[in-house]
């Protein structure tokens, strides 16, 4: 009898593939449950995963936090569900991949991916240092935020963020 061996990274990218891209035999509605499913995916691959790893299958994640590589809303906003369940203690450069998506997605016209983005952020300083540099992006970035959006939930999260970032002018601004 033959003996596979199977490699978790390899078994890891194949499902991250069949997640984002299902085929095209494959229901709109089932490619949606599909494409969520990444988030609990990543949530349990980390949850239960040796600590010798986690670098090694974060940066196979962070390969797919490029924006140029999708064109639906809904396979950007199963990645920025996913980012918030990336272990972050050890900051490596593959991402700043995950932060600049993170980033660039603030500034779509969809309010979707926008509020998506938000929670996003929210979720990250919470668990980086301030004096990291995605946390120093993110001060400079809504430090420029005057106008407030025509979303209720987007002008509470970002008043959120203004006040674990302490942005005085910020929180006057949306806090009325």
């Known amino acids: 009898m033959e003996s596979f061996s199977v490699k978790s990274t390899d078994l890891l990218k194949e499902y991250v ?5 299902p085929g095209h035999k494959i229901i709109s509605t089932h490619k949606y449950w599909m494409g969520y499913s990444l988030s609990i995916l990543v949530y349990s691959l980390f949850a239960h995963s040796s600590s010798n790893l986690t670098i090694e299958y974060r940066k196979i994640l962070s390969q797919y936090f490029d924006d140029s590589l999708y064109k639906n809303t809904e396979t950007r ?19 700043d991949t995950v932060f600049n998506f993170v980033l660039s997605m603030l500034g779509k016209r969809s309010s979707t991916l926008r509020i998506s983005a938000l ?4 979720e990250l300083l919470k ?10 992006k993110i001060t400079k970035r ?3 935020f005057t106008d407030r959006s025509t979303v209720p939930v987007e ?15 910020g929180i006057s601004t949306f806090e009325h």
């Open 77 to 95: 906003l199963f990645l920025l569900e996913s980012a918030k369940f990336l272990p972050y203690e050890a900051l490596e450069p593959e991402l």
């Open 155 to 169: 002008n509470m999260l970002v008043l959120q963020i203004c006040k674990l970032l302490t942005l005085n002018a």
């Open 17 to 21: 593939e069949l997640l984002l891209f």
């Open 142 to 144: 809504f430090e420029s």
């Open 119 to 122: 929670e996003s952020v929210l």
């Open 127 to 136: 668990r980086l240092s301030p004096d990291s540099e995605f946390t120093q």
